[in-house]
């Protein structure tokens, strides 16, 4: 009998072939799976619109324009009658009265005198110095100087005494020195820079070059002549202040009488009188000015800032603005759920029975808008979302049993709000806009607020779409 193969070769390296044919396609379809899905997702990505996310800022429109402008006040340089050294008594920029001492003149460059102060007018001399100390500031070191001339100034009126106490003389001797007063009330300046005496309609365009602009620093420690120019005295608080315009800021300023102008140099800000003229064919903004010339007595130049974008609130693209239709119900049909204590609308229908039936629906209320009620009276129209409602439901008012059917429609202005992911109604309020941007209101009821996320192409995006 032949011996039987127990092993069955045959069928073994069948079964062998399968299981490889059958391991190498399983990994073959899964890394296709994989790869088709990598090739679906892409060209998905490629081919969808690509919503972009706005965040909500606060500000104007646009940034206020800056200028440089050019100080015009009135102020005469005082020259000195006596040759001789220099002592200066009263502070640079600081106001001085008439008869007011200013500065000293001796024959020999130090000029020292024993004073005997009283109690008030030491105490007098500590105030002046605890408030200069509480207000230095090291970058400003130079007041330090100004600070030292005006307390020798108001020792060297009390060494004065009662004696001299009449005013009436421009100078007066104290030892061996002749003390020159103020002629009149004003401020003080130890400078020059050959704008003083010029007025409107002596300006030239070349006044405006800052490049060419010269300072002359009248202080000195060495001997003057008698004719010296000793220092500028301005005599009146009004001044102006003139920018240059281009044709396009002309024509936008052209109907102000006024002007809002912050100050660069310390951001104060004030209001002025403004005209625009011509000086040698090119405007100018004028702003007239009746205060604050003691801060800027020492400026020529001031970079200065229009403060015309005086509409501030939310910043939003006007990409992002969309409408949405609401139906207009009138508030005196709103009433509140005993049970829940929530607000809504009592809705009338009939079921298959024949019976009224009163079913409470709780909506958002979008707005609150004034309108019209006929007999010169007004009404508040509450602004609901369409989706709460039909058109032809009855609405009755649990007061006084009056009904109202749904049927009028409005129209609100928003944007799509994605903060949680899918896009979102929020009703603006417009307070300005230009070609690109606009301001809403911060207190709209359903509004926005301060970096909220919207959508900035708002016509690629449905409302309650999900976006990510």
């Known amino acids: 009998m032949p011996e039987v193969n127990s092993r069955h070769p045959r069928s073994g390296?069948?079964?062998?072939?399968?299981?490889?044919?059958?391991?190498?396609?399983?990994?073959?379809?899964?890394?296709?799976?994989?790869?088709?899905?990598?090739?679906?997702?892409?060209?998905?990505?490629?081919?969808?619109t690509k919503i972009?996310?706005?965040?909500?800022?606060?500000?104007?429109?646009?940034?206020?324009?800056?200028?440089?402008?050019?100080?015009?006040?009135?102020?005469?340089?005082?020259?000195?009658?006596?040759?001789?050294?220099?002592?200066?008594?009263?502070?640079?920029?600081?106001?001085?009265?008439?008869?007011?001492?200013?500065?000293?003149?001796?024959?020999?460059?130090?000029?020292?005198?024993?004073?005997?102060?009283?109690?008030?007018?030491?105490?007098?001399?500590?105030?002046?110095?605890?408030?200069?100390s509480k207000g230095f500031n090291p970058s400003n070191f130079n007041n330090t100087y100004s600070f030292k001339y005006e307390l020798e100034g108001?020792?060297?009126?009390?060494?004065?005494?009662?004696?001299?106490?009449?005013?009436?003389?421009?100078?007066i001797s104290l030892g061996n020195q002749n003390v020159f007063r103020a002629d009149s009330d004003g401020i003080v300046l130890y400078s020059m820079d050959g704008y003083e005496g010029k007025t409107v309609d002596t300006l030239t365009a070349a006044d405006f070059d800052q490049n060419a602009y010269h300072e002359t620093d009248l202080k000195t420690d060495g001997a003057v002549e008698a004719g010296d120019d000793i220092y500028t005295l301005i005599t009146d608080e009004r001044w102006s202040l003139l920018i240059p315009l281009s044709s396009k800021q002309a024509t936008k300023l052209s109907d102000r009488t006024s002007v809002r102008v912050k100050f660069l140099k310390d951001g104060m800000t004030q209001s002025g009188d403004f005209s625009i003229i011509e000086?040698?064919?090119?405007?100018?903004?004028?702003?007239?000015?009746?205060?604050?010339?003691?801060?800027?007595?020492?400026?020529?130049?001031?970079?200065?800032?229009?403060?015309?974008?005086?509409?501030?609130?939310?910043?939003i693209p006007l990409s992002s603005i969309v409408t949405k239709e609401f139906y207009k119900i009138p508030s005196e049909y709103l009433t509140q759920n005993e049970k829940t204590q929530e607000s809504g609308f009592t809705v009338t229908?009939?079921?298959?029975?024949?019976?009224?039936?009163?079913?409470?629906?709780?909506?958002?209320?979008?707005?609150?808008?004034?309108?019209?009620?006929?007999?010169?009276?007004?009404?508040?129209?509450?602004?609901?979302?369409?989706?709460?409602?039909?058109?032809?439901?009855?609405?009755?008012?649990?007061?006084?049993?009056?009904?109202?059917?749904?049927?009028?429609?409005?129209?609100?202005?928003?944007?799509?709000?994605?903060?949680?992911?899918?896009?979102?109604?929020?009703?603006?309020?417009?307070?300005d806009q230009n070609e690109e941007y606009a301001i809403v209101s911060r207190n709209t009821s359903y509004g926005l607020s301060l970096y909220d996320h919207i959508v900035r192409n708002a016509d690629e995006v449905d409302e309650e779409e999900i976006l990510y």
């Open 154 to 171: 108001s020792i060297l009126q009390y060494a004065e005494g009662s004696g001299s106490s009449g005013g009436a003389s421009s100078v």
């Open 279 to 315: 000086i040698e064919g090119q405007q100018y903004g004028k702003i007239d000015f009746n205060k604050g010339l003691i801060r800027y007595a020492s400026d020529r130049f001031l970079e200065i800032e229009l403060v015309t974008n005086t509409v501030t609130g939310l910043k």
């Open 13 to 48: 390296g069948f079964l062998s072939k399968i299981r490889k044919i059958f391991s190498l396609n399983i990994g073959t379809i899964l890394f296709g799976l994989l790869f088709l899905y990598m090739v679906f997702s892409a060209i998905l990505y490629l081919t969808s």
């Open 52 to 132: 972009e996310s706005y965040q909500v800022i606060a500000g104007p429109l646009s940034r206020n324009e800056t200028y440089t402008g050019l100080a015009l006040r009135e102020e005469t340089v005082q020259k000195t009658d006596s040759a001789g050294y220099v002592t200066y008594y009263a502070r640079e920029g600081n106001k001085i009265n008439a008869g007011g001492n200013v500065y000293g003149i001796s024959g020999t460059q130090t000029a020292k005198s024993n004073v005997a102060l009283s109690t008030e007018e030491l105490a007098s001399i500590r105030s002046q110095m605890l408030s200069f």
């Open 349 to 431: 229908s009939v079921n298959d029975d024949g019976n009224e039936v009163d079913t409470f629906v709780t909506t958002t209320i979008y707005a609150g808008i004034e309108a019209d009620a006929g007999g010169g009276e007004s009404t508040t129209v509450y602004y609901v979302d369409k989706e709460d409602f039909q058109e032809g439901d009855v609405i009755e008012n649990q007061t006084n049993g009056d009904r109202y059917v749904v049927k009028d429609v409005g129209v609100l202005e928003g944007v799509y709000c994605i903060n949680q992911g899918f896009a979102v109604f929020r009703r603006i309020e417009l307070l």
